[in-house]
Nanobody, 127 residues
Framework: QVQLVESGGGLVQAGGSLTLSCAASGRTFFSYAVGWFRQAPGKEREFVSRISQSGGRTDYADSVKGRFTTSRDNAKNTVYLQMNSLKPEDTAVYYC????????????????????WGQGTQVTVSS
C-alpha cells in the first residue's frame, strides 16, 4: 500500500508556471505507475498525464500537451508535474494517483484503474 501527498498548488497568473509534487510513502514506489488528474468545479475529474513505473513512458491529455511535463525521482519517492504557460481553464484541484498495474495507453487515461489517491492540491490561474 502507498500513501500519496500532493503539494505545490497555489494562485498564479495566466502564462505563469507551477510545479506540483506527489510524495509517496513506502519502499516500493518504483513499482507504481502514477497518474495526474484534475477536477474543476462542476466538472468531472479528467486525466492530465501519467508516467510509467520506470519513467520511460509518459502520456498527456491534448489540452496540456506541450505545456505540462511529468517526471519522477524514484530515489525520492516523488513524481512531479511541471506546468508552464498556465491558462485560466487549468484551474482545478489536481490529484495524483498510483497503481501497481501495468496500464495500457487507453487504461492509463481512466481513473478507475488507479488504486491510491492523494488528497489533492488546488491550482488557480487568474486571467
Amino acid at each position: 500500500q502507498v500513501q500519496l501527498v500532493e503539494s505545490g498548488g497555489g494562485l498564479v497568473q495566466a502564462g505563469g508556471s507551477l510545479t506540483l509534487s506527489c510524495a509517496a510513502s513506502g519502499r516500493t514506489f518504483f513499482s507504481y505507475a502514477v497518474g495526474w488528474f484534475r477536477q474543476a468545479p462542476g466538472k468531472e475529474r479528467e486525466f492530465v498525464s501519467r508516467i510509467s513505473q520506470s519513467g520511460g513512458r509518459t502520456d498527456y491529455a491534448d489540452s496540456v500537451k506541450g505545456r505540462f511535463t511529468t517526471s519522477r525521482d524514484n530515489a525520492k519517492n516523488t513524481v512531479y508535474l511541471q506546468m508552464n504557460s498556465l491558462k485560466p481553464e487549468d484551474t482545478a484541484v489536481y490529484y495524483c494517483a498510483a497503481t501497481l498495474r501495468t496500464l495500457t495507453a487507453v487504461a492509463a487515461l481512466q481513473d478507475i484503474w488507479y488504486d491510491y489517491w492523494g488528497q489533492g492540491t488546488q491550482v488557480t490561474v487568474s486571467s
